[in-house]
């Protein structure tokens, strides 16, 4: 079984550091990697398989929403999560619409072992 990788992209290098910590912690078979921007994670998404993107909302450059647009073309089988503490009624509409789920700052380990664990089958 080839190992799956997880995507985190968030400006906030904290962030990032927190979702990275939950996801080694109870899932360490899967590859994890990061990017401080949405250009910077379409160039991670070029040279590897990537199964899921947890993407902040709100970044510098390219937003949460238009990032996940352009993943999707990249990657058509990929999982996408928004995880952000805020966003507008008319974009949330929009990501529910072309299939993307949510995660709440804070992120909590529950959040993300549901996430994962959907992936891997109901875990």
């Known amino acids: 079984m080839s190992q799956k990788t997880i995507l985190i992209v968030d400006d906030s290098s904290l962030a990032r550091m927190m ?5 080694s912690q109870t899932f360490s078979d899967w590859a ?9 994670g379409l160039s991670h998404v070029k040279d590897r398989s ?26 058509p089988n990929i999982s996408i999560h928004l995880v952000t ?8 509409q929009r990501a529910e619409a072309m299939g993307i789920g949510f995660i709440k700052k804070p992120v909590s380990k529950d959040d993300i072992v549901r996430v994962i664990g959907a992936l891997e089958g109901g875990k």
Do not use: C, W, Y
Request: aromatic share 2%; no cysteine; hydrophobic share 55%.
């Open 19 to 23: 979702v990275k910590n939950i996801i």
């Open 32 to 40: 994890i990697v990061e990017a401080a921007t949405g250009q910077d």
């Open 50 to 75: 990537v199964s899921l993107a947890l993407i902040d909302f709100n970044m510098p450059g390219m937003n949460g929403i238009d990032l996940a647009a352009k993943l999707m073309e990249l990657v």
């Open 85 to 92: 503490a805020n966003i507008q009624e008319t974009m949330r």
